[in-house]
């Protein structure tokens, strides 16, 4: 393994359409963080590297629909996801944006240069085109019935109810979102990289010389290598983003996954004027931060231009992980299936920590894992207030209380004591090893063993009841639980760093450096420690609760709305509906048909008669309180038995989303017999 001067860490630019949610954190910041913060503390060099990603149709789409203008909107979200990144602790370098002037300048002067050395090809292709609209189609403008499992709203690039992904013209019975008309295909000229003539050298790069890469990192660019590559249009026809600088591409910019990894390399730009030396010295390390479904981007397309423009790095690693869903159900910004950080900071001041302890403890690195409020509860329960809090809390308030929170000083250590600090470096080898190979949940658990080997120690040394006997002997306990909560400051900063801060002020301590993990001496006697405080405190049932409620109001609401926007039935000939004769009628008694809980048993003057219907709407509708109540009545219906009572034709009822019933009637009474038409 080759040693390098520096690391420069990337993490995925959010999109900036929406807030920051508990995926992105778990998938991409909060490991990004931890492995930044380690090797900070560790006295390396390092670069962590941040911003939104503010181009593509996506943003258009969502101007629109609020009429506002694309930089509107990426002005809204970006300050609200670097704010939330600010308040939650993720310690970018930098955080930057691609709608700044700098990372403009720096696409395209890519581009020219890849361009200028004939590293693209032009295609002139048949593509959707809005006739009303006078402009073509991106692939998010379009939408239509995927070919492969029939969803009716499948986007021209990608299926979201099946994941595949589609071409435009894939897509059965395509529409333009902007005018809902069926698009005709039109011939447009677009620049595209050719990814087939780098095939050979992206076998050998990532398949022979990157097989420590993750398994479903390594997997997944090995399919997308031996399927065959093709080359990969990087412009769009679209207004908003990049234009494309060279001539004869007016009403053309970038595609939004050509610039959009570019930004990291802006976003240097804008925090050091030596940023070469990050991106262009074989001496630094590049590691970027992903979830799955941007490992083709940055393990093959990316990696394509930096080694096409020949000057850049490429990266040392992409640690992506799987998906992380809540409570059982994918996490979906657009039915608002989600736990957003700026709604968590709100509703849980002071407890970041909490959320990063919980995400990391569930980090879903190798499967898909699932976020649960109740999980959440419990880490904090039973992990952090149990065992990390508890240990804190009783060894600071027994030194408070036995010696006024003067550190007792260690004398004739038994061989348990001994055992039980060089544990300590043991646990240290572990916890490096895992973060080196970006195994950070197993990390957590490593350093949380340090904490439970504090508790266990207090648990068998019972100081509370020696001091009775050997008053003595304590001090050497009590000194020897302070050295192990001192170590707890250094092993969990890259974990948990305001937690970690908290127990310096308690400590009276110095930010330790990473190389001190697992001193003996980290404090020393007659060291005088603060008045000791909860580091953790419970969370409670009503908080989670309210928490669950709020995501089951949110699946009402959208199991409401997607009653409401039910589908149409299918065209019938108008002949069929001048078969159905409909009347207005009175309900003249009703009365609860026995032994069901549904049916009433209506009789209704048409007009023609007075017949007996029997209708569903006994959970509804009091029968004496719908007498004299005009109603819209089916008439030819054949009669059918029901419960042993003739009906004699059907009630026309509008249902509304919640299930609920309405009759359809008339706006005025109206004579009984008058035909709907």
Known sequence: MKNFKRTLITSALPYANGPVHIGHLAGVYVPADIYARYLRLKGEEVAFIGGSDEHGVPITLKAKKEGVTPQDVVDKYHNMIKASFEKFGISFDVYSRTSAKIHHETASEIFKTLHDKGAFIEQTSEQFFDVEANQFLADRYITGTCPKCNFEKAYGDQCESCGSTLNATDLIEPKSVLSGNKPILKQTKHWFLPLDQYEPWLREWILESHKEWKPNVYGQCKSWIDGGLNPRAVTRDLDWGIPVPVAGAEGKVLYVWFDAPIGYISATKEWTKDWTKWWKDPETKLVHFIGKDNIVFHCIIFPTVLKAEGSYILPDNVPANEFLNLEGDKISTSRNWAVWLHEYLEDFPGKEDVLKYTLTANAPETKDNDFTWKDFQTRNNSELVAIFGNFVNRALVLTDKYYNGIVPEASDLTDYDKQTLSEIANLKTEVEKSIDTFHFREALKNAMDIARLGNKYLADMEPWKVIKTDPHRVKTILNTALQIAANLTIVFEPFLPFTTEKLRGFMNLSKLNWNELGRTDLI????????????????????????????????????????????????????????????????????????????????????????????????????????????????????????????????????????????????????EGSEVR
């Open 524 to 671: 020393a006697a007659n060291h005088k420690i603060n008045t000791p405080e909860l580091l953790f405190d419970k969370i409670e049932d009503e908080a989670i609760q309210h928490q669950v409620d709020k995501l089951l109001s949110t699946k009402k609401v959208n199991e409401l709305e997607q009653a409401i926007v039910s589908p149409a039935k299918n065209n019938i000939e108008y002949d069929d509906f001048a078969k159905l004769d409909i009347r207005i009628g009175t309900i003249i008694a009703a009365e609860k048909v026995a032994k069901t809980k549904k049916l009433l048993k209506l009789t209704i003057d048409t007009g023609i008669d007075k017949r007996t219907v029997v209708s569903g709407i006994a959970e509804y509708f009091e029968p004496e309180k719908i007498i004299g109540q005009q109603v819209s009545i089916l008439v030819n219906l054949a009669p059918k038995i029901l419960k042993g009572i003739e009906s004699q034709g059907m009630i026309l009822m509008a249902e509304n989303a919640d299930g609920s019933l309405v009759f359809v009637t008339p706006a005025t009474p109206t004579k």
